[in-house]
């Protein structure tokens, strides 16, 4: 079968509301699925594929037309500059997150290399890896309570070739002993009465304990303002995101934490997103 005929296949199988959406669809679903850019699975129409790939193709096509998220049917995700092992033991990485490590990478321009990086939640290891590659750190941390999710978190850093320290447990309970000079999070923040509410490919197949908190939703974030705070290096930035409508309700934890420059950045949709909190 070639690339052409596959993807004639797969967007049968996709069978999306239209024409340019079947086609749309079953060009990310080929580009996740056999690691090609999406401007290759078209400009290559002729290449032969090798019939195991064609299946999982398919199968991946299945799984998408059932209501699985694209991430992973294809068990991939872009972020940033990388392409990402994911699948539902993790959170599927958003480009909202995408900005928090802008905003990590701006200061730590400002301010300069050095120091240790803990990305607390870390699940598929996007932040980590981000901050890894990308950012001038001595150390960088990784953390989740969950060990499924650092599995694929280390499988990430392996396919990546990045060197990030990976650790379960609770919040920042494994580096007691580190004096980090950047904390970095994308905690759970939605409320238990959100749950419901959310679109099915979200609430039916991305996992609850990377996305639900308590105190609507608030119950991690401001834990995690009161740890931070302890074990942060003066001068050292927590950088947190969190819901857009209880954005200020994050910067009293942090203030009441006992950070003194708190302040809330725009996600690129405009909306406030980003917790940015210095230890002076």
Same mark, same amino acid.
């Given at each position: ?14 069978? @999306?509301? $239209? ?12 580009? &996740? ?16 594929? =090798? ?41 599927? %990485?958003? =480009? ?26 870390? &699940? ?13 750190? *001595? ?37 007691? $002993?580190?004096? %980090? ?22 609430? *039916?197949?991305? %996992? ?6 308590? /105190? ?13 705070? @302890? ?29 003194? *420059?708190?302040?809330?950045?725009? /996600? ?13």
């Amino acid at each position: 079968m070639t690339l052409g005929e596959l993807r004639a296949a797969v967007a049968q199988v996709v069978d @999306s509301k $239209d024409v340019t959406g079947q086609r749309r669809d079953a060009i990310h679903l080929l580009s &996740g699925v056999l690691g090609m850019r999406p401007g290759d699975v078209v400009l290559r129409a002729d290449r032969e594929v =090798p019939p195991a790939d064609a299946e999982r193709a398919l199968i991946a096509a299945r799984r998408y037309a059932e209501g699985v998220p694209l991430a992973y049917a294809t068990g991939s995700a872009a972020f940033r500059a990388l392409e990402l092992l994911v699948d539902d033991r993790v959170l599927i %990485p958003r =480009p909202e997150t995408e900005g928090l490590v802008d905003r990590v990478l701006a200061w730590q321009a400002v301010r300069g290399p050095g120091g240790v990086a803990v990305d607390v939640g870390t &699940g598929s290891g996007c932040i980590a890896l981000s901050l890894a590659t990308e950012g001038r750190f *001595d150390r960088v941390i990784g953390i989740d309570q969950s060990a499924a999710a650092l599995v694929v978190a280390r499988a990430n850093g392996v396919r990546v070739g990045a060197t990030v320290e990976w650790c379960e447990g609770d919040l920042l309970a494994p580096v007691r $002993d580190v004096t %980090p000079v950047v904390i970095v999070s994308n905690p759970p923040y939605i409320a238990e009465a959100e749950w419901e509410h959310l679109a099915p490919g979200v609430r *039916d197949h991305e %996992p609850r304990m990377a996305l639900v908190a308590d /105190d609507e939703g608030m119950a991690l974030t401001a834990r995690l303002a009161r740890e931070a705070f @302890s074990c942060l290096r003066v001068g050292g930035l927590l950088a947190v995101e969190v819901d857009s409508a209880r954005a200020e309700r994050a910067c009293e934890y942090a203030r009441e934490a006992g950070f003194g *420059d708190v302040s809330v950045a725009a /996600d690129q949709f405009g909306r406030p997103r980003y917790l940015l909190a210095i230890k002076e």
